[in-house]
Protein backbone atom coordinates (compact mmCIF):
# COMPACT_ATOMS: atom_id res chain seq x y z
CA UNK A 1 0.00 0.00 0.00
CA UNK A 2 1.59 3.42 -0.96
CA UNK A 3 1.39 6.18 2.13
CA UNK A 4 4.07 8.21 1.22
CA UNK A 5 3.12 11.75 0.10
CA UNK A 6 4.32 12.42 -3.64
CA UNK A 7 4.71 16.30 -4.47
CA UNK A 8 4.28 17.66 -7.68
CA UNK A 9 4.40 20.82 -9.17
CA UNK A 10 2.70 22.84 -11.41
CA UNK A 11 3.74 26.87 -13.02
CA UNK A 12 2.91 29.50 -11.10
CA UNK A 13 1.36 33.09 -11.93
CA UNK A 14 3.52 35.24 -14.20
CA UNK A 15 2.77 38.18 -12.97
CA UNK A 16 0.51 39.59 -9.51
CA UNK A 17 -2.84 38.83 -10.82
CA UNK A 18 -2.07 35.79 -13.37
CA UNK A 19 -4.83 33.39 -13.27
CA UNK A 20 -4.12 31.78 -16.65
CA UNK A 21 -2.39 28.49 -14.24
CA UNK A 22 -5.39 28.48 -12.33
CA UNK A 23 -6.62 25.96 -14.90
CA UNK A 24 -3.09 24.02 -14.56
CA UNK A 25 -3.32 23.63 -11.14
CA UNK A 26 -7.46 22.25 -10.75
CA UNK A 27 -6.64 19.85 -13.80
CA UNK A 28 -4.05 18.01 -12.01
CA UNK A 29 -5.67 18.40 -8.69
CA UNK A 30 -8.31 16.66 -10.34
CA UNK A 31 -6.53 13.74 -11.96
CA UNK A 32 -4.90 13.23 -8.70
CA UNK A 33 -7.55 12.82 -7.04
CA UNK A 34 -8.79 9.97 -9.12
CA UNK A 35 -5.79 8.37 -8.76
CA UNK A 36 -5.22 8.22 -4.81
CA UNK A 37 -6.54 4.37 -4.35
CA UNK A 38 -3.76 3.40 -6.80
CA UNK A 39 -0.76 5.49 -6.40
CA UNK A 40 -1.57 7.37 -2.38
CA UNK A 41 -1.68 11.38 -1.14
CA UNK A 42 0.08 14.10 -2.99
CA UNK A 43 0.44 17.84 -2.20
CA UNK A 44 0.61 20.35 -4.85
CA UNK A 45 3.08 22.77 -5.30
CA UNK A 46 3.54 26.28 -7.25
CA UNK A 47 6.68 27.68 -9.18
CA UNK A 48 7.44 31.24 -7.91
CA UNK A 49 5.66 33.86 -9.21
CA UNK A 50 7.54 35.57 -12.43
CA UNK A 51 8.59 32.59 -14.24
CA UNK A 52 8.18 33.10 -17.89
CA UNK A 53 7.10 30.17 -20.67
CA UNK A 54 10.57 29.76 -21.96
CA UNK A 55 12.06 29.37 -18.38
CA UNK A 56 9.46 27.15 -17.28
CA UNK A 57 9.89 25.12 -20.80
CA UNK A 58 13.65 24.55 -19.38
CA UNK A 59 13.16 23.91 -15.82
CA UNK A 60 10.78 21.26 -17.40
CA UNK A 61 13.56 19.68 -19.00
CA UNK A 62 15.95 19.72 -16.23
CA UNK A 63 13.80 18.48 -13.08
CA UNK A 64 14.42 21.43 -11.32
CA UNK A 65 11.33 21.14 -9.13
CA UNK A 66 9.98 18.06 -8.01
CA UNK A 67 7.19 16.30 -10.83
CA UNK A 68 6.96 19.55 -12.57
CA UNK A 69 4.00 19.24 -15.08
CA UNK A 70 4.40 22.07 -17.74
CA UNK A 71 1.20 22.90 -20.26
CA UNK A 72 2.82 23.49 -23.21
CA UNK A 73 2.02 23.25 -27.11
CA UNK A 74 2.14 19.72 -29.00
CA UNK A 75 5.60 19.97 -31.38
CA UNK A 76 7.99 17.92 -32.35
CA UNK A 77 10.38 19.66 -30.21
CA UNK A 78 8.17 19.26 -27.03
CA UNK A 79 7.66 15.70 -27.88
CA UNK A 80 11.42 15.12 -28.44
CA UNK A 81 12.85 16.64 -25.23
CA UNK A 82 10.09 16.20 -22.63
CA UNK A 83 7.38 13.10 -21.59
CA UNK A 84 4.33 14.17 -22.86
CA UNK A 85 0.47 12.99 -21.43
CA UNK A 86 -1.23 12.12 -23.77
CA UNK A 87 -4.30 14.40 -23.78
CA UNK A 88 -5.75 17.83 -24.80
CA UNK A 89 -5.62 19.52 -21.26
CA UNK A 90 -7.82 22.64 -22.60
CA UNK A 91 -9.13 21.03 -25.93
CA UNK A 92 -7.60 23.40 -28.52
CA UNK A 93 -9.23 26.31 -26.93
CA UNK A 94 -6.03 28.88 -26.78
CA UNK A 95 -5.86 27.79 -30.73
CA UNK A 96 -9.12 30.30 -31.13
CA UNK A 97 -7.80 33.59 -30.98
CA UNK A 98 -9.23 37.10 -29.87
CA UNK A 99 -7.75 40.25 -30.02
CA UNK A 100 -6.31 43.15 -27.05
CA UNK A 101 -7.05 46.42 -28.84
CA UNK A 102 -6.31 50.01 -27.65
CA UNK A 103 -9.71 52.43 -27.35
CA UNK A 104 -8.96 53.80 -30.79
CA UNK A 105 -8.33 50.66 -32.98
CA UNK A 106 -11.84 49.06 -33.22
CA UNK A 107 -12.69 50.48 -36.75
CA UNK A 108 -9.66 50.10 -38.24
CA UNK A 109 -9.23 46.13 -36.94
CA UNK A 110 -13.24 45.48 -38.52
CA UNK A 111 -12.06 45.97 -42.20
CA UNK A 112 -10.02 42.73 -41.53
CA UNK A 113 -11.94 40.43 -43.44
CA UNK A 114 -9.23 37.87 -44.54
CA UNK A 115 -5.60 36.70 -43.92
CA UNK A 116 -4.08 38.95 -46.35
CA UNK A 117 -6.03 41.92 -44.53
CA UNK A 118 -4.41 40.78 -41.16
CA UNK A 119 -0.71 41.03 -43.26
CA UNK A 120 -0.99 44.96 -42.50
CA UNK A 121 -1.61 44.79 -39.14
CA UNK A 122 1.28 44.20 -36.01
CA UNK A 123 0.91 41.95 -33.75
CA UNK A 124 2.77 41.31 -30.51
CA UNK A 125 2.78 38.32 -29.16
CA UNK A 126 5.62 37.12 -26.33
CA UNK A 127 9.26 35.72 -26.44
CA UNK A 128 9.32 32.20 -27.13
CA UNK A 129 5.89 31.81 -27.70
CA UNK A 130 5.19 29.41 -30.45
CA UNK A 131 2.48 31.41 -31.26
CA UNK A 132 5.06 33.99 -32.43
CA UNK A 133 6.46 31.71 -34.87
CA UNK A 134 3.03 30.43 -36.35
CA UNK A 135 1.78 33.61 -37.27
CA UNK A 136 5.23 34.72 -39.02
CA UNK A 137 4.49 31.32 -40.73
CA UNK A 138 1.50 32.37 -42.04
CA UNK A 139 2.71 36.01 -42.93
CA UNK A 140 1.48 37.93 -40.13
CA UNK A 141 3.84 40.80 -38.89
CA UNK A 142 5.27 40.02 -35.24
CA UNK A 143 6.93 42.01 -32.45
CA UNK A 144 7.96 40.52 -29.65
CA UNK A 145 7.73 41.38 -25.72
CA UNK A 146 9.28 40.43 -22.94
CA UNK A 147 6.59 40.16 -20.45
CA UNK A 148 2.59 41.16 -20.25
CA UNK A 149 2.54 44.03 -19.18
CA UNK A 150 5.13 45.39 -21.69
CA UNK A 151 3.20 44.19 -24.28
CA UNK A 152 0.09 45.44 -23.27
CA UNK A 153 1.49 48.70 -23.09
CA UNK A 154 2.74 48.57 -26.42
CA UNK A 155 -0.92 48.33 -27.60
CA UNK A 156 -2.25 50.62 -25.45
CA UNK A 157 -0.04 53.24 -26.27
CA UNK A 158 -0.28 52.26 -30.50
CA UNK A 159 3.02 50.72 -30.52
CA UNK A 160 1.16 47.61 -32.30
CA UNK A 161 -2.33 46.62 -33.06
CA UNK A 162 -3.36 43.52 -31.18
CA UNK A 163 -2.22 41.45 -28.96
CA UNK A 164 -3.75 37.91 -29.46
CA UNK A 165 -4.84 35.86 -26.32
CA UNK A 166 -6.59 32.49 -26.22
CA UNK A 167 -10.46 32.99 -26.19
CA UNK A 168 -10.02 30.96 -22.37
CA UNK A 169 -7.37 33.96 -21.33
CA UNK A 170 -9.07 37.25 -22.39
CA UNK A 171 -12.51 37.64 -20.12
CA UNK A 172 -10.20 37.42 -17.26
CA UNK A 173 -6.88 39.49 -18.33
CA UNK A 174 -9.11 41.87 -19.07
CA UNK A 175 -11.02 42.15 -15.55
CA UNK A 176 -7.74 42.25 -13.39
CA UNK A 177 -5.77 44.61 -15.68
CA UNK A 178 -3.93 47.52 -14.32
CA UNK A 179 -3.20 49.82 -16.67
CA UNK A 180 -3.61 53.49 -16.73
CA UNK A 181 -5.18 52.99 -20.26
CA UNK A 182 -7.75 50.23 -20.47
CA UNK A 183 -7.40 47.55 -23.20
CA UNK A 184 -10.70 45.91 -24.93
CA UNK A 185 -11.69 42.62 -26.54
CA UNK A 186 -11.75 42.80 -30.21
CA UNK A 187 -15.34 41.93 -31.21
CA UNK A 188 -15.40 41.22 -34.95
CA UNK A 189 -12.15 38.96 -35.44
CA UNK A 190 -11.81 34.91 -34.78
CA UNK A 191 -8.21 33.77 -35.29
CA UNK A 192 -7.28 30.12 -35.17
CA UNK A 193 -5.28 27.37 -35.67
CA UNK A 194 -4.96 23.85 -34.57
CA UNK A 195 -3.67 24.58 -30.87
CA UNK A 196 -2.68 21.07 -28.91
CA UNK A 197 -1.84 21.35 -25.51
CA UNK A 198 -0.44 18.68 -23.54
CA UNK A 199 1.05 18.04 -19.61
CA UNK A 200 4.93 18.19 -20.34
CA UNK A 201 7.57 16.79 -17.44
CA UNK A 202 11.22 15.59 -17.53
CA UNK A 203 11.90 12.98 -19.96
CA UNK A 204 12.63 10.11 -17.29
CA UNK A 205 9.72 11.00 -15.10
CA UNK A 206 7.43 8.19 -16.02
CA UNK A 207 5.76 7.19 -12.79
CA UNK A 208 4.29 10.79 -12.22
CA UNK A 209 3.53 10.67 -15.99
CA UNK A 210 1.84 7.47 -15.95
CA UNK A 211 -0.31 8.37 -12.57
CA UNK A 212 -1.11 12.21 -14.36
CA UNK A 213 -2.13 9.93 -17.87
CA UNK A 214 -4.57 7.80 -15.45
CA UNK A 215 -6.08 10.58 -13.89
CA UNK A 216 -6.74 12.63 -16.69
CA UNK A 217 -8.36 9.36 -18.76
CA UNK A 218 -10.61 8.93 -15.76
CA UNK A 219 -11.92 12.14 -15.14
CA UNK A 220 -12.72 12.29 -19.46
CA UNK A 221 -14.49 9.25 -18.75
CA UNK A 222 -16.53 10.24 -15.36
CA UNK A 223 -17.39 13.44 -16.97
CA UNK A 224 -15.74 15.87 -14.46
CA UNK A 225 -12.97 16.53 -16.87
CA UNK A 226 -15.69 18.41 -18.72
CA UNK A 227 -17.08 19.78 -16.32
CA UNK A 228 -14.36 21.58 -14.83
CA UNK A 229 -13.30 22.80 -18.25
CA UNK A 230 -17.19 24.01 -18.77
CA UNK A 231 -16.62 25.86 -15.46
CA UNK A 232 -13.57 27.75 -16.02
CA UNK A 233 -14.57 28.74 -20.21
CA UNK A 234 -17.63 28.64 -20.66
CA UNK A 235 -19.39 31.40 -19.85
CA UNK A 236 -16.51 33.11 -22.02
CA UNK A 237 -16.59 31.27 -25.12
CA UNK A 238 -20.33 32.71 -25.08
CA UNK A 239 -19.75 35.83 -24.06
CA UNK A 240 -17.11 36.58 -26.98
CA UNK A 241 -20.10 34.68 -29.59
CA UNK A 242 -17.19 32.95 -31.53
CA UNK A 243 -19.21 30.89 -33.98
CA UNK A 244 -20.41 34.61 -35.15
CA UNK A 245 -17.04 36.51 -35.91
CA UNK A 246 -14.96 36.62 -38.73
CA UNK A 247 -13.07 33.02 -39.26
CA UNK A 248 -9.72 33.67 -40.04
CA UNK A 249 -8.09 30.20 -40.11
CA UNK A 250 -3.98 29.77 -40.17
CA UNK A 251 -1.87 26.50 -40.16
CA UNK A 252 0.42 25.14 -37.74
CA UNK A 253 3.75 24.44 -39.28
CA UNK A 254 4.73 22.50 -35.76
CA UNK A 255 2.22 19.64 -36.17
CA UNK A 256 3.28 18.76 -39.81
CA UNK A 257 5.68 16.37 -38.76
CA UNK A 258 3.73 14.69 -35.91
CA UNK A 259 0.10 14.28 -36.79
CA UNK A 260 0.76 10.05 -36.56
CA UNK A 261 1.80 10.79 -33.17
CA UNK A 262 -1.41 12.35 -32.51
CA UNK A 263 -4.00 9.42 -32.92
CA UNK A 264 -3.69 8.29 -29.86
CA UNK A 265 -6.26 11.17 -28.67
CA UNK A 266 -8.37 9.35 -31.35
CA UNK A 267 -9.48 7.03 -28.44
CA UNK A 268 -10.99 9.26 -26.31
CA UNK A 269 -14.65 10.32 -25.93
CA UNK A 270 -15.61 12.98 -28.29
CA UNK A 271 -16.40 15.38 -25.58
CA UNK A 272 -12.84 15.41 -24.32
CA UNK A 273 -11.53 15.99 -27.73
CA UNK A 274 -10.66 19.42 -29.15
CA UNK A 275 -13.51 21.75 -29.45
CA UNK A 276 -14.59 22.61 -32.95
CA UNK A 277 -16.27 26.68 -33.58
CA UNK A 278 -16.25 26.58 -37.03
Not at 181 to 201: D, K
Not at 223 to 248: A, E, M
Amino acid sequence: MVTAETVFTVRGPEYEGDQRMNYDYALVKLALEKTISSYGSYRIERTPVGLNYKRAYEFAKSGLYKNFFLRAMVSDQSLNELRPVYFPIDRGITGYRIALISSFSQSRISKIETLEDLKKFQVVQGIGWPDTNILKSNGVKVVTGPGFESMREMVAHGRVDMFLRGANEVEAEVKNQKLPVTLYVESEILIHYPFPRFFFTTKDNHKAAKRLSEGLKLACEDGSFLKLWSDYFGKSIHKLNLSNRKYIKLENPYLEKISSKLNILQSLPAECKEIAIH
